[in-house]
């Protein structure tokens, strides 16, 4: 599955698939649900919340 | 309407009509000579603006009026960089005017509506905004900051 996909699926923009990946933005919690559901997992597996991340 | 059909065209039509206005003033104060390259420039910034919002990338997306979450928030972040830069541009004009001896009300008036308007939007997004901490949404609110 291309980030494109991903993106478009999660109606945000490539660039922020990537800059989430890289652990380069935090997403909202909406979004990073969407995440969650879109992959079929919860935001507690997809995301580690004791990982500082750059905003 | 066309500026809620068309979000891309809003910024450039703000920056047209805004253009448009000084241009008229430059043509009451100075007349044609002075006001038509001020609004010849104004035109080919809307159009600059324009086909770079229907471009790819954060800074079109932004320009575009169709940013996601994250585009949006640096745009909020510009936006509050360059009103620190104006209010922090404008106090140094006012220091400068002083010592010269000129008349500071320009200065004066924008530092006002500056902190004026910073404290409007600490009372609007305080009130309309994440709402009270204790409030009956309180547990909501505390697992939000456990999860982010």
């Known amino acids: 599955m291309s980030q494109r996909e991903v993106a478009a699926a999660l109606g945000v923009s490539r660039q922020t698939v990537i800059a989430i990946e890289n652990g380069r933005y935090s997403p909202s919690l909406p979004l990073a649900f969407r995440i969650a559901q879109f992959f079929g997992s919860t935001v507690d597996e997809m995301f580690d919340a004791s990982e500082e991340v750059r905003t | 309407m066309i500026m809620t059909r068309h979000p891309r065209l809003r910024a450039p039509a703000v920056m047209a009509i805004g253009g448009s206005v000084i241009a008229a003033a430059v043509l009451i104060g100075q007349g044609w000579a002075a006001a038509v390259p001020v609004e010849v420039v104004t035109i080919a910034a809307a159009i600059g603006y324009y086909v770079l919002g229907g471009r790819g990338g954060d800074l079109a997306a932004i320009i575009g009026r169709r940013a996601d979450e994250r585009q949006e928030s640096i745009r909020v972040r ?3 960089l360059a009103a620190q830069v104006a209010g922090l541009a404008a106090l140094a ?3 400068i005017e ?3 001896g000129s008349a500071v009300w320009p200065f004066e008036l924008f530092v ?3 902190a004026g308007s910073f404290l409007a939007g600490l009372v609007i997004y ?3 905004g994440a709402g009270p901490a204790n409030g009956p949404d309180s547990e909501h609110e505390a697992r939000s900051h456990v999860i982010s």
């Open chain 2, 126 to 128: 305080r009130t309309g």
């Open chain 2, 78 to 80: 510009a936006r509050s």
């Open chain 2, 98 to 100: 002083l010592a010269r």
């Open chain 2, 93 to 95: 004009g006012y220091v």
């Open chain 2, 112 to 114: 006002a509506v500056l």
